[in-house]
């Protein structure tokens, strides 16, 4: 019940809440509203309920145009990943109104240090409320939104994103479907994963990766047949790999997760969980092509995944060994909570794999997820990747 602090939070008097039609079903804003209702000071509060799965910029302006017309000083977005990210953008446009989608969506090198510069966002604040245990995006600088022209998926990401409070209340995510318990919690482990053998890791989100990680290891398949304390650890498990790769970023699981997943109208999390395999094979073999990085001096990924697996107690005495036991493990959760680990599963046609994967990969090369891989992959490197996933059959580099 620790939505109960937006009855005490300071400086609430015109609230914007961000939400999807199931939120409003589920009578979750309504919770928000009556907590609100409860504050000494009566609270002003318009509600948008109209963010669609993967929102897009014509969401995120439709948003902003309602919140400049009310003039909230505190957003509120409760939902999943979805919502947060439409709220992260609705709070960019509307606190700077000259914000760019077309800079914004740059790759870049350093995230601290950009071509395009986002400008501080200090109108209003942002609290963000998760109600599915998976993209961590009350903690992340991240947002994840559609190109409505283009239709494409692009990955924001920029520290003035970051939302000013999160409340991670398990209320919320108790009914979540097992389904969604499978796909999103998978999201999770990769999350955890790809920051500990990101080129920006550091000991400081190295112990907040593993502690996810065991967290998903031992709660994800009590939490898919509705354990409610495995959930609420799961939710913890979220919050606390969203704390890591905050900082420490992604990789390329999540650079090819995002471009299949558009393509073919799958689930992140299920794009995710068919992609990591391949990518941990991928990211431990030695490398092809070296890159400099300020703090990946030199190449270490293999260690790094025989590091998770040591901590885990996998079977394993050389470090391929250990590499190969983490992938083995998290193939034998996937099939626990239900997960098929291919495309072809996933009804996607190899004729339209066939005639999308050279696209895809350019577009996963372009993502800036790519940016912080262990390994700088080449575009056929991507495509290897993603036309095994059609069978799931083990990669080989």
């Known amino acids: 019940n620790s939505v109960r602090y937006l009855e005490h939070m300071e400086g609430i008097k015109r609230a914007f809440i961000v939400a999807d039609r199931s939120m409003e079903k589920l009578g979750f804003v309504k919770i928000v509203e ?14 948008f309920v109209d963010v669609e799965p993967d929102p897009s910029t014509d969401t995120v302006f439709k948003g902003t145009d309602i919140m400049r017309s009310f003039g909230p000083d505190t957003v509120i977005a409760i939902g999943g990943g979805s919502v947060m990210d439409a709220a992260k953008g609705m709070c960019l446009f509307n606190d700077a109104g000259d914000a760019d989608f077309f800079g914004a969506k740059q790759k870049f090198l350093d995230i ?65 479907p097992p ?20 080129t920006m890791a550091t000991h400081y989100t190295k112990g907040l990766s593993l502690e996810a990680i065991k967290l ?12 409610v304390e495995a959930k609420s650890k799961m939710h913890d498990a979220s919050t606390i790999a969203g704390m890591a790769f905050a900082n420490a970023l992604l990789g390329i699981n999540h650079s090819i997760a995002h471009k299949i997943g558009q393509a073919f109208h799958l689930p992140h999390g299920r794009c995710i969980a068919i992609t990591m395999p391949h990518v941990i094979r991928f990211n431990a ?91 700088e992959p080449l575009i056929g490197d991507l495509k290897h990747i993603i036309l095994d996933e059609y069978e799931g059959t083990e990669s080989t580099f």
Request: glycine residues 4%; negative net charge; contains cysteine.
């Open 216 to 227: 998903v290891f031992e709660n994800l398949e009590k939490s898919y047949h509705g354990d």
């Open 112 to 176: 601290r240090k950009r071509t395009y510069t986002f400008p501080n966002l200090n109108k209003t604040k942002l609290v963000c409320i998760p109600t599915t245990s998976g993209t961590g995006s009350e903690v992340t600088p991240f947002a994840v939104i559609t190109d409505s022209k283009a239709g494409i998926k692009y990955p924001l990401a920029d520290y003035a994103l970051t939302p000013d409070i999160a409340i991670v209340d398990s209320q919320f995510i108790e009914s979540v």
């Open 285 to 375: 073999s030695q490398p092809k092509k070296r890159a400099i990085w300020a703090k990946y001096s030199y190449f270490r990924a293999n260690e790094d995944y025989a590091e998770i697996a040591r901590y885990l107690g996998l079977p394993g005495k050389t470090t391929d060994e250990l590499v190969e036991s983490y992938v083995q493990a998290f193939i034998k959760l996937a099939h626990s909570v239900g997960v098929k680990l291919s495309l072809k599963e996933q009804g996607v046609k190899k004729a339209d794999l066939d005639k999308q994967v050279d696209r895809l990969a350019e577009l996963a090369y372009e993502d800036n997820c790519t940016v912080t891989n262990p390994q």
């Open 34 to 47: 009556d907590v609100l209702a409860r504050r000494e000071n009566p609270v002003q509060v318009q509600t």
């Open 179 to 198: 389904v969604v318990v499978a796909d999103s919690g998978l999201d999770v482990l990769c999350h955890a994963t790809e920051s500990y053998v990101s």
